[in-house]
């Protein structure tokens, strides 16, 4: 597609199931960024990959959390034993290289809710 | 880490109306952008504007780099054009966002 994709676009857990959410970057795009956005705040960083390595994971806030890109395009955020604290969206970006003047494009998000 | 100040906070604007919306940002950038979060929650990129002044339509934006700010300015306001805006910048030579804490625009019929 011409953009990026998430899915799937709202997710509701109960406190304690792990969660897998989804991220199709732009094609061609060799960065990929997971933020999560909490209500009423702006995104706050989580990790980044470029291709199939994870630069930087300093933003995952717990070792629950885990991203992978195994094969440098779709990428996976998986959330272990989900806690009421994880309810967010979480967006996904991509662009066409890691350089900071490249222009990040984010996709509609997931939102998660744990209750 | 870098650190981002919007202003105002919220806005209420009557249809027609033109509103500023700053950006402050506490060290140098190569890269600033400004997003409208629609209220699906979509972020809609505006502007890439590290520099310079841009436009696009009823939407201009304005980016001092020596004076670490960026203006975004709306003319003839719509509703449509509600929601939240947002600004963000790379953290240092890192290409990671920091974003600030958005402005809140309702455009009122």
């Known amino acids: 597609g011409a953009g990026v994709s998430q899915s799937p676009r709202y997710k509701v857990a109960k406190r304690g199931q792990d969660v897998a959410l989804r991220c199709d970057p732009i094609?061609?795009?060799?960065?990929l960024f997971w933020y999560q956005q909490a209500l009423g705040q702006g995104p706050e960083f989580l990790t980044y990959?470029?291709?199939?390595?994870?630069?930087?994971k300093s933003g995952l806030p717990s070792d629950r959390f885990f991203a992978e890109r195994p094969e440098g395009s779709v990428s996976t955020l998986k959330i272990q034993r989900t806690q009421q604290e994880d309810s967010a969206v979480y967006l996904c970006?991509?662009?066409?290289?890691?350089?900071?003047?490249?222009?990040?494009?984010f996709g509609p998000g997931t939102r998660l809710t744990v209750l | 880490g870098i650190q981002v100040e919007q202003s105002p906070p919220d806005l209420i604007l009557q249809e027609g109306a033109n509103s500023t919306l700053r950006c402050n940002f506490s060290?140098?950038?190569?890269?600033l952008q400004w997003f409208h979060q629609n209220p699906w929650g979509q972020l809609i990129n505006l502007f890439y504007?590290?520099?310079g002044t841009k436009q696009n339509g009823r939407l201009s934006a304005t980016t001092v780099a020596t004076e670490r700010y960026s203006l975004l300015y709306i003319s003839s306001s719509q509703t449509t054009d509600s929601g939240v805006y947002f600004c963000?910048?790379?953290?240092?030579?890192?290409?990671?966002?920091?974003f600030g804490k958005g402005i809140t625009l309702s455009v009122r019929p």
């Open positions: 970006a991509s662009s066409f290289s890691l350089a900071s003047y490249n222009e990040q494009f």
């Open positions: 094609s061609g795009h060799v960065s």
């Open positions: 990959f470029q291709n199939e390595a994870q630069l930087d």
């Open positions: 060290d140098s950038v190569n890269n």
């Open positions: 504007i590290p520099s």
């Open positions: 963000a910048v790379p953290s240092g030579a890192n290409s990671k966002l920091t």
